[in-house]
């Protein structure tokens, strides 16, 4: 199980990334996968998580209107589209799975069984 993550950047206020997953080693039709942040200092916490057996989403609420979580089933390969960004989006950002029946919900309240690497996203002017 490989997840590689990729797209984080340096970005000002107001503007936008997109950050893709590509997953290997498993199907992305049955998992739930999705996208975890760790500030300086902070705890990891859940963002944005996509059951793919039903195509649910859970955003925090601290992300709801401008974080948007998808995935393209072809290319085994999950993004997150962020808009609006704000400095306290600053952090590195994770890809996770977890590869058993779980809901979106639960992976970013719970956690994954399988963890990407970061990728660094920074907001400021």
């Known amino acids: 199980v490989q997840l590689q993550a990729s797209g984080g950047g340096l970005v000002q206020p107001g503007g936008s990334l997109r950050l893709s997953c590509a997953a290997s080693?498993?199907?992305?039709?049955?998992?739930?996968i999705g996208w975890f942040r760790q500030a300086p200092g902070k705890e990891r916490e859940g963002v944005s998580c996509?059951?793919?057996?039903?195509?649910?989403?859970y955003d925090a609420e601290f992300v709801k209107g401008r974080f948007t979580i998808s995935r393209d089933a072809a290319k085994n390969t999950v993004y997150l589209q962020m808009d609006n960004l704000r400095p306290e989006d600053t952090a590195v950002y994770y890809c996770?799975?977890?590869?058993?029946?779980?809901?979106?919900?639960?992976?970013?309240?719970?956690?994954?069984?399988?963890w990407g690497q970061g990728t660094q996203v920074t907001v400021s002017s």
């Open positions: 996770a799975v977890y590869l058993g029946h779980s809901s979106s919900y639960a992976l970013c309240h719970n956690g994954p069984t399988n």
């Open positions: 080693g498993f199907s992305l039709d049955r998992p739930a």
């Open positions: 996509l059951s793919t057996w039903n195509d649910i989403t």
